[in-house]
């Protein structure tokens, strides 16, 4: 009876033990099913915000650092001879790759031209050794035995190198002429490539890149003014001279007469407290565009503007100080990069040394500060303040004075 009776325990608590098993094995389950769900959920929205972003992107005028997406069709074929036209703006137009590749290939074509030149001049002259020249006999140039030796006659030619082992005799004027034309020639070459180089590094366009935009515009008040605000910093310390700021807002619009203008452009005027001309550029500076009542934006509220179909274009003008160059840099908001209801975080301190130090760190953080929903809104509100303060005469009021009688006796 007992051994039976440990029997019934044991197996109650297998079973126990079982269910406990079990118990855990579908919590575990029910665990791993939930984490799916929300690494797929945020996949999801990552897939859906990363590529809407892109496709976005794309849809810009003007890319965040200043280049500009636009396409060119049907251009007919003399057209596109002009740029031909204006070979030196083109050659700097071209891309590294392209420009290092017509580098090459005008030397190396010069070399070989001359070359195959040069080895004609010794075949008619028959200074070569196929023709068995007698001992007596004074080549147009010495030392040339065939296409190698051409050829690199031609380079020490071209180049100046002159190493002295082959040179042009007064034997024939063909050689003398070919000798002198060849020079000209590469001196020329030479002046027009290695000018195309250096123009090219020094393009005022690099200078543009040590300036930067912030990633997003802000929308706040300023001075009691609703204002969008975006902030600009030169990262060297040499001055951008005679700077000059102005903005565009690109939108598609539709005229009275139904025309349908793509990229209708609106001028935006931003200025910092000093103007939008004659930039003191040695730190960062918060440009803002007031929303008054002249303003695109003045009709768009927080809740609608993410609907805007708009792009805003920032332009920044100056000279630069060690070239006197001019140069421009630009850059673009759409709808998405417009915070409403946000102010940058200020970057400018100053140290116990007395210098002032700018934290780059904080250039494109903002924080939400209260603002109005609409530029409307802020307007009437002023409005509904000076009213309560200023009282109106009503003329159509008359004040009557009532007498009083005592109708009571005593």
């Known amino acids: 009876m007992q051994g039976l009776t440990h029997i019934k325990d044991l197996a109650a608590s297998l ?41 976005r992107q794309r849809a810009r005028l003007v890319s965040k650092d200043g280049r500009c997406n636009i396409e060119f069709g049907n251009v007919d074929v003399q057209s596109r001879f002009i740029f031909f036209v204006d070979i030196w703006t083109t050659v ?37 050794p196929e023709f068995h020249p007698p001992d007596n006999h004074t080549p147009c140039v010495e030392n040339i035995n065939g296409m190698t030796s051409a050829f690199l006659f031609s380079l020490e030619t071209q180049v100046t190198i002159g190493y002295g082992f082959r040179c042009v005799t007064e034997q024939c004027a063909t050689a003398i002429f070919l000798l002198v034309f060849q020079s000209i020639l590469g001196v020329v070459i030479n002046s027009f490539m290695c000018g195309a180089i ?12 040590t300036i930067t935009f912030s990633k997003n515009a802000v929308i706040s008040k300023r001075g009691g003014k609703l204002c969008l605000l975006i902030r600009v910093a030169n990262l060297r310390k040499s001055l951008l001279i005679g700077g000059h700021i102005y903005g565009k807002l690109l939108k598609t619009t539709v005229t009275p007469e139904g025309e349908t203008i793509i990229l209708d452009q609106t001028n935006i005027n931003f200025v910092v407290d000093a103007g939008n001309e004659n930039l003191f550029f040695i730190s960062p500076l918060t440009i803002y565009h007031i929303i008054d009542h002249n303003s695109p934006f003045f009709h768009m509220a927080a809740e609608t503007l993410s609907q805007q179909e708009f792009e805003l274009v920032v332009f920044l003008d100056g000279t630069v100080e060690s070239t006197s160059a001019t140069c421009q840099v630009r850059t673009s908001y759409v709808p998405e990069e417009v915070l409403w209801g946000y102010r940058f975080v200020p970057i400018v301190s100053k140290t116990k040394d007395g210098k002032y130090r700018v934290d780059f760190h904080n250039f494109s953080k903002t924080v939400q500060v209260e603002t109005p929903h609409c530029a409307m809104c802020l307007y009437n509100e002023k409005d509904a303040r000076v009213r309560t303060k200023i009282g109106y005469d009503n003329p159509n009021f008359v004040l009557s004075e009532v007498s009083e009688t005592d109708d009571t006796k005593m």
């Not at 990552?46 to 972003?53: I, P, Y």
């Not at 137009?93 to 070989?112: Q, V």
């Not at 250096?198 to 890149?209: H, M, T």
């Open 15 to 55: 079973g126990t033990k079982k269910m406990v098993f079990v118990s855990t094995f579908t919590l575990a389950i029910h665990e791993i099913k939930v984490l799916t769900e929300r690494m797929f959920k945020h996949l999801r929205k990552w897939f859906v915000t990363h590529f809407s972003g892109r496709s």
């Open 92 to 128: 700097l137009d071209l891309k590294w790759r392209y420009k290092m590749t017509i580098f090459i290939s005008a030397f190396l074509g010069s070399w070989f031209l001359f070359g195959l030149l040069w080895y004609v001049v010794a075949y008619i002259h028959k200074d070569l």
């Open 198 to 209: 250096l123009a090219k590094i020094s393009r005022p366009k690099k200078r543009a890149k």
